[in-house]
């Protein structure tokens, strides 16, 4: 096969991917609505243990907002509720968390957030840092699902090291408004 036939291939291919990319955005000005679960483990865990027993490191449910306001940008308001247990909380525990992402299919972003919990010295946490990457399939008209990993850290020097922090996988089942 001649470089020119390996080049039409290349860029059909691109084409084919940047379509599949384009079709899983959302109409701009679109909003949806979500609902998920998310598995949570810290990096330590993850690097002595592996994701062998990932279950019983944690799971939490989420509630989410997204707002397209054009092309491949999403904004994102999450509320997340974790069990008592929590970060050594004695209660119940709530994280409201905002992203920005961009991108369609395939998508990647950053996010900041809060822990509140009766059970904390303060209520509130402090603020944590998160990246998150992931792929958003959609399956029907009005009806997306959404399954990303997230990479919780205290201070953006963390994302270099990669070494504590927590790390999430999760899945939401968004419905357009």
Same mark, same amino acid.
């Given at each position: 096969?001649g470089?020119?036939?390996?080049?039409?291939?290349?860029?059909?291919?691109?084409?084919?991917?940047?379509?599949?990319?384009?079709?899983?955005?959302?109409?701009?000005?679109?909003?949806?609505?979500?609902?998920?679960?998310?598995?949570w483990?810290?990096?330590?865990?993850?690097?002595?243990?592996?994701?062998? #027993?990932?279950?019983?490191?944690?799971?939490?449910?989420?509630?989410?907002?997204?707002?397209?306001? #054009?092309?491949?940008?999403?904004?994102?308001?999450?509320?997340?509720?974790?069990?008592?247990g929590?970060?050594?909380?004695?209660?119940?525990?709530?994280?409201?968390?905002?992203?920005?992402?961009?991108?369609? $299919?395939?998508? #990647?972003?950053? #996010?900041?957030?809060?822990?509140?919990?009766?059970?904390?010295?303060?209520?509130?946490?402090?603020? $944590?840092?998160?990246?998150?990457?992931?792929?958003?399939?959609?399956?029907?008209?009005?009806?997306?699902?959404d399954?990303?990993?997230?990479?919780?850290?205290?201070?953006?020097?963390?994302?270099?090291?990669?070494?504590?922090?927590?790390?999430?996988?999760?899945?939401?089942?968004?419905?357009?408004?």
């Amino acid at each position: 096969m001649g470089w020119k036939a390996k080049s039409a291939g290349v860029l059909m291919g691109g084409l084919a991917v940047l379509g599949l990319a384009m079709g899983a955005t959302p109409a701009s000005g679109e909003s949806l609505i979500g609902f998920g679960v998310h598995s949570w483990r810290t990096v330590h865990d993850l690097r002595s243990e592996g994701f062998t #027993g990932i279950k019983r490191s944690g799971i939490s449910y989420l509630v989410s907002y997204q707002y397209n306001p #054009g092309w491949l940008l999403k904004l994102e308001l999450d509320g997340e509720y974790f069990d008592k247990g929590f970060g050594g909380s004695t209660h119940a525990a709530f994280s409201p968390q905002a992203y920005v992402l961009l991108g369609g $299919f395939i998508y #990647g972003g950053v #996010g900041i957030g809060t822990i509140y919990s009766s059970g904390f010295n303060h209520s509130f946490s402090n603020p $944590f840092y998160a990246a998150r990457a992931g792929l958003n399939f959609h399956l029907l008209p009005r009806i997306h699902l959404d399954v990303n990993g997230n990479y919780h850290f205290k201070a953006f020097n963390q994302l270099k090291g990669v070494n504590t922090g927590t790390v999430t996988v999760g899945a939401a089942i968004r419905v357009a408004l």
